[in-house]
């Protein structure tokens, strides 16, 4: 079955920098689009960033853009998010989550992993 | 953007009753609506895709339905397993989820 287990999580301070990593298995990892969506505490969901299947394509939001680099690597059947200049608002679960299809516009959220706690504080 | 509104924030009601939840969007978003269910210490899970189609090994007392702007979640018996946070989510431009709907039993 699908599985997604996210890691890399931690506490970072305000500015510094942090990878989280996401290792999948029961699937064939480089078919599928990937998104990541976080939720701050005690807030609902956020979509974070988006991958095509083969890494060539990418979409953010603007509240991570130019801070956050999504990236994959298929030898692997690794997704990460490198997140740069870490802000106290960028404190939230981050959930690594599967779609149905290829590109940047599969964006129905199939399965989901458990998510990796980052935690910006001084 | 698309803005997704839920309603209502909280609910509580008792094993067995119906109960329901709306979601409104800003602008058309045809039938791509999906709705997710959160708990705890817990993968996220899909419920409903494509306004009214249940994802698979979802129970039959959960559906979906509406059109344009206006979506519904709809449980025909509330169970104690469905102790929950339920979000809309459209998937027509971007993608955007409403604010949450925490299902409490009474």
């Known amino acids: 079955q699908v599985q997604l287990v996210e890691s890399g999580g931690g506490v970072v301070q305000p500015g510094r920098s942090l990878r989280i990593s996401c290792a999948a298995s029961?699937?064939?990892?480089?078919?599928?689009?990937m998104h990541w969506v976080r939720q701050a505490p005690g807030k609902g969901l956020e979509w974070v960033a988006t991958i095509s299947s083969d890494g060539s394509e990418t979409r953010s939001p603007d509240s991570v853009q130019g801070r956050f680099i999504i990236s994959r690597d298929n030898s692997k059947n690794t997704l990460y998010l490198q997140m740069d200049s870490l802000r106290i608002e960028d404190t939230a679960l981050y959930y690594c989550?599967?779609?149905?299809?290829?590109?940047?516009?599969?964006?129905?959220?199939?399965?989901w992993g458990q998510g990796t706690l980052v935690t910006v504080s001084s | 953007d698309i803005q997704m509104t839920q309603s209502p924030s909280t609910l509580s009601a008792s094993v067995g009753d119906r109960v329901t939840i709306t979601c409104r969007a800003s602008q058309s978003i045809n039938s791509w609506l999906a709705w997710y269910q959160l708990k705890p210490e817990k993968a996220p899970k899909l419920l409903i895709q494509k306004t009214s189609n249940l994802a698979s090994g979802v129970p039959s007392r959960f559906s979906g339905s509406g059109s344009g702007t206006e979506f519904t979640l709809t449980i025909s018996s509330l169970q104690p397993d469905d102790l929950a946070t339920y979000y809309c989510q459209q998937y027509e431009s971007h993608l955007s989820f409403g604010q949450g709907t925490k299902v409490e039993i009474k």
């Open positions: 989550v599967k779609t149905d299809c290829d590109n940047i516009y599969c964006r129905l959220l199939v399965h």
């Open positions: 029961g699937f064939t990892f480089s078919n599928y689009a």
